[in-house]
């Protein structure tokens, strides 16, 4: 399935936010988005998947979802967004519980995708209990359980310390690497971006309109061994932001 | 010799000063242990200080009765088996009356909570009428409800309904925003996000609520029994009252203390069970 954005633009309260941006995220493709804070990322994110309407252009899906895919837009959030009073086992269940699906079938649904993200033994954990890198899978897992199609995801380990961050880069490599689901991913980090975006898409500051985009064309799997190859692309995005930064200081300071 | 034992510490790049002191400690506090035995010996030496005080003459008979005398009274009231009866007759205007004034203060809460049309429609009423004293409302009441029951339950359900109402909408306006929108993204129904999602968070709330609301309705249970009530507990504190037996008055004040002890004894176990999830 492909998700198409065409010429999204979109205000909030007489500022303009996005400025005409259009994308595609093909079947199979994790594209990254960067831009500097406050460039409507999140506002991106929330249109692509629904949760908001564009004041212009659309937001398109094509081709026909993933057989038994139950909810082939799924988020992940980067403050995880799991309720406090349920159970792992719980969260995961809640997403499930309204379409119909024998308990029995839910059951099994739940131990595999926790089997799959290594939470077997924490299915009776509240969420309190757990780490952030735990919660963040538990997240994972739950997005899994609905099998998505694209997965957009809002700077999911940005929360995380830098030794979790890079576990779970490694757990969400070996995971595409296996179900080749699509992303929209969104970050501030470069380093997750050069690691795991196939495209990566630079935004302006605000109004965001697309700056540049970055194609890589490494395998994921080679990429946490080939990190010096990847060092170049990285420092090009970085230039590209950070003179965007300065722009943005700059605009500031003749406005004051 | 103090000065070589010092020396043998292997401490890092700590250059030597003979003043050492132990960094001055600033935590602790503000957290609560459960320290069981402190309310029974409260209330024990309170009551042990108002005996004594009593028996001496330093507190006139006349001013307060002993302790002693206020229990005798409620043996009294035991023996004669009139303590059933009353105490039945206020703990069911108590429960029908606050579970009705609760059950509906939570749906219009619900509503306000969720509906902007009933917020800008019910809130105001809401403000405007939960100022109004109940107990002026009364002659009210015995007209629409009739001067039996009716009119006694209807005193304690409104006055439980407008507290739980603003507690209950004020615990739907901090449920997570960030935890509806997950329930969108999964495409949960409505239904679900508010039986799943916003009633589990606006649960610390609704909780805290029901404590406020219980104590209303038993202040409430005694201006409600002040007209036509030939049982209940405020009838007999009120009858007492009337007659200046001050033994049975405070034998009837101790009892809606000790109701009121063990609701919110029940209450602490709800919030125990049911928020159990809560750091
Ligand atoms: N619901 C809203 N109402 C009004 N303004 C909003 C709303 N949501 C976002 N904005 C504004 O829109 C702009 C873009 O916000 P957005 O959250 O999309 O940026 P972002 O790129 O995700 O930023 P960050 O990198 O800090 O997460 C910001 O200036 C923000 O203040
Ligand atoms: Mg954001």
């Known amino acids: 399935m492909q998700l198409l954005l065409r010429n999204i633009t979109h205000h909030y309260g007489g500022r303009t936010v996005l400025d005409d941006i259009s994308l595609t995220v093909d079947d199979g493709e994790i594209v990254c988005i960067v831009g500097p804070s406050g460039c409507g990322k999140s506002t991106l994110l929330r249109i692509a998947g629904g949760l908001e309407k564009p004041d212009q252009g659309q937001a398109l899906l094509s081709g026909p979802a993933p057989e038994g895919s139950l909810n082939p837009l799924t988020y992940i959030f980067q403050d995880f967004a799991l309720l406090p009073w ?49 919660k963040q899978r538990v997240a994972i897992a739950r997005a899994l359980a609905v099998k998505p199609a694209i997965m957009l995801m809002d700077e999911p380990l940005s929360a995380l310390d830098s030794q979790t961050r890079e576990l779970l880069m490694d757990d969400l490599v070996a995971l595409w690497t296996r179900e080749r689901f699509s992303a929209c991913y969104v970050t501030h980090n470069l380093n997750e971006a050069v690691r795991l975006g196939s495209r990566i898409i630079v935004l302006s500051r605000r109004p965001g309109r697309i700056r540049d985009v970055v194609e890589i064309d490494m395998p994921l799997a080679e990429r946490a061994d080939r990190l010096a190859e990847l060092e170049p692309l990285q420092r090009r995005v970085w230039e590209i932001m950070r003179e965007e930064a300065r722009e943005a200081d700059r605009e500031i300071s003749d406005v004051a | 010799m103090s000065h070589d034992t010092t020396r043998d510490v292997p401490a890092a790049g700590v250059s030597e000063t003979g003043n050492q002191r132990p960094v001055p400690f600033r935590g602790g506090g503000f957290v609560h242990r459960s320290l ?6 409260v209330f024990l030496v309170i009551l042990a200080i108002w005996e004594l005080g009593s028996r001496s003459g330093f507190i ?104 739980t109402v603003i507690a209950t909408y004020g615990g739907v306006d901090n449920v997570d925003r960030n935890l509806i929108r997950m329930g969108q993204s999964f495409g949960l129904s409505w239904l679900s996000i508010v039986r799943k999602i916003i009633v589990p968070g606006a649960m610390p709330a609704i909780l805290s609520g029901f404590r406020i609301s219980a104590s209303i309705a038993i202040v409430l249970l005694v201006a409600a029994e002040m007209i036509g009530a030939e049982f209940g507990v405020g009838a007999y504190i009120l009858m007492a009252g009337a007659l200046f037996a001050l033994d049975q008055l405070i034998a009837g004040v101790a009892l809606l203390s000790v109701i009121g002890l063990i609701i919110a004894w029940l209450i602490g176990k709800l919030e125990k069970r049911l928020l159990s999830w809560r750091t």
């Open chain 1, 86 to 134: 349920r159970s792992v086992e719980g969260n995961v269940s809640l997403v499930l519980e309204d379409h119909g699906i024998a308990a029995a079938e839910r059951k099994a649904i739940i131990a595999d995708v926790l089997a799959r993200t290594n939470l077997s033994d924490f299915a009776k954990a509240l969420p309190r209990q757990l780490s952030g890198g735990m």
């Open chain 2, 36 to 41: 069981g035995p402190v309310a029974p010996i």
């Open chain 2, 60 to 163: 006139s008979a006349i001013a307060l009765p002993a302790p002693s005398e206020a229990f005798g009274a409620l043996v009294d009231l035991f023996q004669t088996g009139m303590l059933w009866k009353h105490l039945g007759a206020s703990l069911y205007r108590l429960i029908v009356g606050w579970t009705l004034g609760s059950l509906l203060g939570i749906a219009v809460g619900l509503f306000i909570g969720l509906f902007s049309l009933a917020r800008a429609g019910l809130l105001p009423l809401v403000s405007a009428l939960f100022p109004v004293p109940k107990i002026a409302l009364l002659p009210l009441f015995i007209i629409w409800f009739g001067i039996g029951e009716g009119s006694k339950v209807a005193t304690i359900l409104f006055g439980t309904f407008f507290p």
